[in-house]
């Protein structure tokens, strides 16, 4: 039951309206995620709750694992099985990365990042050097990774991609070789070009979201599913007003989700852990015009 205050006359005191509602926990939104077709919004968000004990990702091991060597994270906060490639190509997130990012990796600082990658491999200059020819992502990352782009924003529309990815990087990856020319300079040889996606799946916040206490909205939710954005703006505009009677009476079951409940959550389950993200490579055959890469060696 939900008790929300009105003036039932003019003479009358406040009193308590009751309205019938729904008890709602987050561990339900999984399965309302499928009931609005998000399948792998659920599993991944299953995941989450499956880590025990709790772990709460801090923003300086965030920041140290996304920035370093990817092959140091522990593997019990890293997932490789959930996200594919191919589900995540039929969205125009992933479609127009790639786009750019093949026409535009070999910017100086990708053709810098290929050049680092070829001399942590062992290349001088003189002599051939091959590089990924790994398919496990957190390896291919660490010594065949040349260029990055970040995907997805708040604004996209809300589908199976915003509830399990929402904003994330892209990455690209080449397979190749060096080879010495003739006259005593050095190509790479493009091979293939791999695509993957790099995430975290935690519940930190920004400091942009001081106005909701310092944590992050994801949503009105019930166990059938997520309010559109345009009912979620009215819904949230009632909500900042304390207009409690309205809400339950125009979006009953329905109850705001932030990122705070989740942190409740493990506080008092030590279950649900924060976790890193790494899709599968996608990988693209090399055209023509973009297989020859001429890289000095300095």
Known sequence: MAIATSKTSPQSNTIGKIFDCEVFHIDQIPDAMRKMGWEVSARIM???????????????????????DPRLIPESVVDKSII??????????IQDGIQSLSKEWNSPSGINELRTKLKNAGWNG????????????????????????????????LNDWYGAIGNATLKIVVRGQTQV???????????????????????????????????EPLGIWSKNGALNKVESAIYFESYSLLHYGYLARKFSGYVPVFNSDFRKWQDKHNSGGDFFVFSDV??????????????EYK
Not at 46 to 68: C, Q, V
Not at 84 to 93: C, E, I, S, T
Not at 195 to 207: G, N, P
């Open 282 to 295: 996608y990988w693209v055959t090399a055209p023509r015009e973009q297989n020859i890469i001429a890289i």
């Open 181 to 215: 020319k003739n006259d005593g300079s050095s190509i790479f040889l493009v091979e293939k070009y791999g695509y993957y996606i790099k995430d975290t799946y935690d519940f930190l916040s920004a400091r942009k979201w001081s106005f909701w206490g310092g944590s």
């Open 84 to 93: 594919k490639m191919q589900w995540a190509l039929q969205f125009v997130q």
């Open 126 to 157: 003189n002599n051939s050097v091959r590089i990924g020819d790994s398919n496990d992502t957190l390896e291919l990352e660490a010594t065949a990774q040349v260029n990055r782009l970040k995907v997805g924003d708040y604004l996209d529309d």
């Open 46 to 68: 299953e995941h989450w709750f499956s880590i025990s004990p709790a772990y709460k990702m801090n923003i300086d091991d965030k920041r140290a694992y996304l920035t370093g």
